[in-house]
């Protein structure tokens, strides 16, 4: 195995499209690691992508949060901003392994391990983020949701590489929130999980994304979630749509975690919740 | 693929080592550097027996490459003491009898020092919290909350 440890994204690209072998992204390695220890893969070429500058920081310009691909979820959770910008993907990417994991993992490689159980990734999805992907030839900025293309694959092309998620502008009167179920405490990975985000205007809710993991084969965007709320001031009524909705749409699998029965059910609790966290955030009553 | 040479700072000092590029600084560490106090435990992040701090950060030196530890400063264990002189950690594990086989308190000592640097006054909660990426399967924990409760006593007092 050959390691190389680029300055530039566009170095990173050349690097990982020359490579006639198996060619890896590393950022974190709390994944990529872990798959070279069991075997599952045999990299001919890991590519750091630590040294990239473009990579490696956290910058508010006029239209969001740009987040560089290497940033460590410990560094999201250190940064008070964006801690207040948007708490709910913050709390999400810090519910991510132990604080020795946190030193390290990203949430580009949280996206790029495409697991249905992510945690970053309904979080980002519900705060409509998109990601910057550096290719040969282009750069295009895409949609986080349509990255995740099944468990452990994604729509990225062969040499592609995520620069950035940008996060939008947060607007006035908006709260988002994210919540896991695990049956403990701390470092355990999602059973049902539910982001949401939305924004109010006079106290109604004008607009929202509820975006779910665990419950399908990839994290879920669920727009008929979202219309099951927007409207009102998030009372009873409401609130059971979401949950109905949210059982509606998931197709979860039966495994150790969790049964489909369970998950069914328990997706609309956690989107109950997480709905009355982001409304409050927002400042609704 | 030959090795390639990295030069590192281990515990304040320079250290230089050769190491095939898709080893693990765990293995770097322990046998091209010598610092067997790093443990393997599962090798998959998940125990902590082999944490260290990487640039003042706390992680698992098993889910690191040997290779991306060049130009960075490295802490382990063996550079908690002062010399002969024991870190109040280490006194107080011993005092508490936070430890019985030993394999999983070197990571800890490293976590709770990391944990103690961010917050000198951790309650219970966020000591527990702090060291949950740490398996201990011999004392139940309970001592060890204790020992690291003791020794952020001690070290505020300073």
Known sequence: MRFESPTTTREAVALLTRERGDAYVLAGGTDLLVRMKLDLIEPDLVVDIKGIAAMQSIRTTASGTRIGAAVSCAELGENKKLKKTWPGVVEAANLIGSDQIQGRCTMVGNLCNASPAADSVPALMAAAAKVVIVGKKKRRTVAIEKIITGPGETSLARGEVIEAIILPRRPPKSGDAYLRFIPRTEMDIAVVSAGISLKLERGVIKSARVALGAVAATPLLVPAAARAIVGSKLDDAALEKLAAACSNACKPIDDKRGTIEYRTRVVGVLARRAAKIAYQRAGGA | ?158
């Not at chain 2, 322990?30 to 950060?57: H, N």
């Not at chain 2, 000591?127 to 909350?145: F, H, M, S």
């Open chain 2, 1 to 158: 693929m030959p090795s390639v040479l990295v030069s590192t700072t281990i515990n304040g000092d320079a250290v230089e080592y050769a190491c095939p590029q898709d080893e693990t600084l765990l293995d770097s560490l322990r046998d091209r550097v010598g610092l067997t106090g790093v443990k393997e435990g599962c090798g998959t992040g998940d125990c902590g027996a082999c944490s260290i701090t990487l640039d003042g950060r706390l992680v698992c030196s098993c889910l690191v490459l040997g290779v991306e530890a060049n130009g960075r400063e490295i802490t382990t264990v063996e550079g908690l003491s002062d010399g002969d002189k024991l870190h109040p950690l280490q006194e107080k594990f011993i005092e508490h009898a936070a430890l019985q086989c030993g394999i999983c308190t070197p990571g800890f000592l490293i976590a709770a020092k990391a944990l103690l640097d961010r917050n000198p006054n951790p309650t219970v909660e966020e000591i527990r919290y702090g060291l949950a990426g740490n398996l201990c399967r011999c004392t139940g924990y309970d001592k060890i909350v204790r020992a690291v409760q003791a020794a952020a006593k001690q070290m505020r007092k300073k």
